[in-house]
T-cell receptor, first 112, second 110 residues
Framework: NAGVTQTPKFQVLKTGQSMTLQCAQD?????MYWYRQDPGMGLRLIYY???????DKGEVPNGYNVSRLNKREFSLRLESAAPSQTSVYFC???????????FGPGTRLTVL | LAKTTQPISMDSYEGQEVNITCSHN???????ITWYQQFPSQGPRFIIQ???TKVTNEVASLFIPADRKSSTLSLPRVSLSDTAVYYC???????????FGTGTRLQVTL
């Protein structure tokens, strides 16, 4: 089992560009999460998905959109990147909300 | 948003017991408390989870007092490889109220 995989590992964007971060899990988990972690800071929830086709805003959703098209995959889209979105993005999954979360390796995004 | 606070950093010698406390004064009745460990350039990794009193697994113990407004992660006999950042998580069941603590950077030396 690969667990939680994320692509890409690194990305540099210019202000205003768009991109999609991909996340997939092979553990048959229902819940999936997108977090951002700024340097020296804790994790903040961007979006949460309880199941295929459902998503909920987290603490910091502005500037992001998500898509949970199937049980395995949960993507995060930046429509118009801003320097304030420079961060490390982690995807995670858990059997259900409140269970142990398994994290991916992260995507390091820099917006110039 | 519920505030979850931890000490910024702690130092310990190898072989000592380390206790890291998390304050979560707005915890709700059904919330669980979970602790994660994070090494540089990696995603967090689950350590332990509990609801009340005491929980123990092969790597740590978690102590939760009766009022549940705080919790303490106990790492017995730490080693150099336990140097990491430790986060507590209180999940109140709604997406916007999943709150990681501020993180405690543990440095273990010989």
């Amino acid at each position: 089992n690969a667990g939680v995989t994320q692509t890409p590992k690194f990305q540099v964007l210019k202000t205003g560009q768009s991109m999609t971060l991909q996340c997939a899990q092979d553990m048959n988990h229902n819940s999936m999460y997108w977090y951002r972690q700024d340097p020296g800071m804790g994790l903040r929830l961007i979006y949460y998905s309880a199941s295929e086709g459902t998503t909920d805003k987290g603490e910091v959703p502005n500037g992001y959109n998500v898509s949970r098209l199937n049980k395995r995959e949960f993507s995060l889209r930046l429509e118009s990147a801003a320097p304030s979105q420079t961060s490390v993005y982690f995807c995670a999954s858990s059997r259900n909300r409140g269970n142990e979360q398994f994290f991916g390796p992260g995507t390091r995004l820099t917006v110039l | 948003l519920a505030k979850t606070t931890q000490p910024i950093s702690m130092d310990s010698y190898e072989g000592q017991e380390v206790n890291i406390t998390c304050s979560h004064n707005n915890i709700a009745t059904n919330d669980y408390i979970t602790w994660y460990q994070q090494f540089p350039s990696q995603g967090p990794r689950f350590i332990i989870q509990g609801y009340k009193t005491k929980v123990t697994n092969e790597v740590a113990s978690l102590f939760i007092p009766a009022d549940r407004k705080s919790s303490t992660l106990s790492l017995p006999r730490v080693s150099l490889s336990d140097t990491a950042v430790y986060y507590c998580l209180v999940d109140t069941g709604t997406a916007s109220k999943l709150t990681f603590g501020t993180g405690t950077r543990l440095q273990v030396t010989l």
